[in-house]
Nanobody
Framework: VQLVESGGGLVQVGGSLRLSCAASGFMFSESFMSWVRQAPGKGLEWVATINSDGGDEQYSDSANGRFTISRDNAKNTLYLQLDSLQTDDTGTYYC??????????????RGQGTQVTVSS
C-alpha cells in the first residue's frame, strides 16, 4: 500500500487549496478512503470519508460546507478541495485507507502527509 499526498502549501484566511493523493498497491476502486489531519501539538482528527464508488461522502462538523472529498477511480487518486480556509485548518493532512465501523472511521494506513498552513 502506498499513499502519496500533494497540494499543500501556505494560504491566507479565506483561501483555497486542492489536495491530491496518489494511491497504489491495493484495489483503490474497492476501498473506502478518508482524509485525516493533525494540527500542531494535537492528535489525529478525521476530516472526511468517501465510499468506494464516490457516491457517498461524510464530513466532520468543521469540514462540512467548506471541504469536498472526491475520487477518480480511473486514476487511483483521491482529492480534497479546501475552501474558506481558517487558521484552525492549519496542520498536516493525510490520505487514509481504512474502514468504517459502528459509524466511526478507523485508519489502517496513511501517507506521509502534506502540510497546510493558513495565515491571517
Amino acid at each position: 500500500v502506498q499513499l502519496v499526498e500533494s497540494g499543500g502549501g501556505l494560504v491566507q484566511v479565506g483561501g483555497s487549496l486542492r489536495l491530491s493523493c496518489a494511491a497504489s498497491g491495493f484495489m483503490f476502486s474497492e476501498s473506502f478512503m478518508s482524509w485525516v489531519r493533525q494540527a500542531p501539538g494535537k492528535g489525529l482528527e478525521w476530516v472526511a470519508t468517501i465510499n468506494s464508488d464516490g457516491g457517498d461522502e461524510q464530513y466532520s462538523d468543521s469540514a462540512n460546507g467548506r471541504f469536498t472529498i472526491s475520487r477518480d477511480n480511473a486514476k487511483n487518486t483521491l482529492y480534497l478541495q479546501l475552501d474558506s480556509l481558517q487558521t484552525d485548518d492549519t496542520g498536516t493532512y493525510y490520505c487514509a485507507k481504512g474502514i468504517t465501523s459502528y459509524g466511526m472511521w478507523h485508519t489502517l494506513r496513511r501517507g506521509q502527509g502534506t502540510q497546510v498552513t493558513v495565515s491571517s
